[in-house]
């Protein structure tokens, strides 16, 4: 197997960049062990997935909903000012959550804090926040005024001329500071 690395210049964090096609690819295993040391969900952070049923009432056609101070303290064993949230079997793997699943989450202090996943909800998930390892990656420092960022890796194994196509949403603007974002595919 050799495994295919995917780098994006210019605000991969904020871009969502997903596989369409049928390779085996991987968001995490990305980060340093020094990048993931140094995010940690805050203290007091709660999320689990949901089977009773009362996230994806909550939820109802969204994808994230907060929830009644009842449903949280009785379905979810949480205080009040849970949240639920609905992972898309589309881009479950995207957003390192099961197909299809319906969570609770609750952040502390959420009405004094604005936390990432309320910040980029395109690219983060309530439950993952600052341990995706995208955002890890993303903010390491880089030495340089050009850079490469480790995105993803694809590991299945490629045949010659076989394509890969992928399904970018930008979501990141550069252009007011004359950034240029490029995809790049390497072994």
Request: glycine content about 8%.
């Amino acid at each position: 197997m050799c495994p295919f690395y995917f780098f994006s210049i210019g605000g991969p964090h904020t871009d969502k960049i997903i596989l369409d096609t049928n390779q085996d690819i991987a968001y995490d295993g990305i980060a340093w062990a020094a990048d993931a040391a140094k995010y940690k969900q805050p203290t007091g952070f709660e999320s689990k997935i949901d089977t009773s049923g009362a996230a994806k009432s909550c939820v109802g056609t969204a994808t994230r909903a907060y929830c009644s101070a009842n449903t949280c303290s009785s379905s979810a064993g949480m205080d009040a000012g849970c949240g639920a949230y609905h992972c898309a079997a589309s881009s479950a793997g995207y957003y390192g959550c099961e197909a299809d699943a319906y969570y609770f989450f609750s952040y502390p202090q959420d009405d004094n804090y604005q936390y990432l996943y309320e910040t980029f909800p395109e690219v983060v998930t309530p439950m993952m926040g600052v341990d995706t390892e995208r955002f890890q990656v993303w903010m390491r420092v880089a030495a340089l005024p050009k850079f490469r960022k480790l995105y993803a890796v694809i590991n299945s194994n490629l045949a010659k001329d076989e394509v890969v196509t992928f399904n970018i949403e930008a979501n990141f603007d550069v252009s007011h500071f004359k950034g240029k974002k490029k995809g790049i595919e390497t072994t």
